[in-house]
């Protein structure tokens, strides 16, 4: 992996877990790219959500599982997250 980009979605209680209810993360990564933005707030469901594009150098994919498996707690994920996505 040469370098990762992800997605950070935050916002009201359970915003993540509604964004990822709603949308494909590669295609709305897409589209703002096309669109040229690099973050975005919207409403899912009545729920406010900032979605921001992330651009970091190289990551093992192993150091990338270590920190999902120990630092991400399943219950915050639900309102803040992350979630990789790749240049086409």
């Known amino acids: 992996m040469s370098g990762l980009i992800c997605l950070h979605v935050k916002g009201d209680e359970y915003a993540a877990m509604y964004f990822k209810k709603r ?6 990564y ?9 973050s975005e707030q919207l409403t899912v469901d009545g729920l ?11 990551v093992d994919d192993k150091f990338l599982d270590f920190v999902t498996d ?6 915050n994920a639900k309102t803040e ?8």
């Open 23 to 28: 949308y494909e993360e590669q295609e709305f």
């Open 70 to 75: 120990t630092f991400i707690d399943y219950d």
């Open 48 to 58: 406010y959500v900032e979605v921001a594009i992330k651009r970091f150098g190289a």
């Open 81 to 88: 997250d992350f979630f990789i996505v790749y240049d086409k």
């Open 30 to 38: 897409e589209r703002m790219k096309k669109d040229g933005v690099e």
